[in-house]
């Protein structure tokens, strides 16, 4: 069973900084493009970034700058370090990834369960 595991959500106050990781696991063949989504009350779920096995790297004009997206290819793992804070940052943010299960030669979509980020003071 193949599954992705986020961690590192909290409260932060506004200006603060939070590091978000997401690990996958189970038996997987690879992992194409990661990323992270996020869903704040009421909104739909939006693109954070993204990042490809090679690390090219992908953000909407929203999150140019504050966020960081990076991976780590041996440990099935991908990462969000988010800067200055803000009260809108408050969501549900998801990790995302293309993985290729042992089961299956094809890409499958998998999604973690979300962590929560509240930023408030």
């Known amino acids: 069973q193949v599954q992705l595991v986020e961690s590192g959500g909290g409260l932060v106050q506004p200006g603060g900084s939070l590091r978000l990781s997401c690990a996958a696991s189970?038996?997987?063949?690879?992992?194409?493009?990661m990323g992270w989504y996020r869903q704040a009350p009421g909104k739909e779920r939006e693109l954070v970034a993204t990042i490809t096995s090679g690390g090219t790297t992908n953000y909407p004009d929203s999150a140019r700058g504050r966020f960081i997206i990076l991976r780590d290819n041996a440990k099935k793992a991908v990462y969000l370090q988010i800067n200055s804070l803000k009260t809108e940052d408050t969501a549900v943010y998801y990790c995302n990834a293309e993985i290729m299960p042992s089961f299956r030669f094809t890409y499958l979509q998998y999604w973690g369960q979300g962590t929560q980020v509240t930023v408030s003071s």
């Open positions: 189970g038996s997987i063949l690879a992992i194409s493009t």
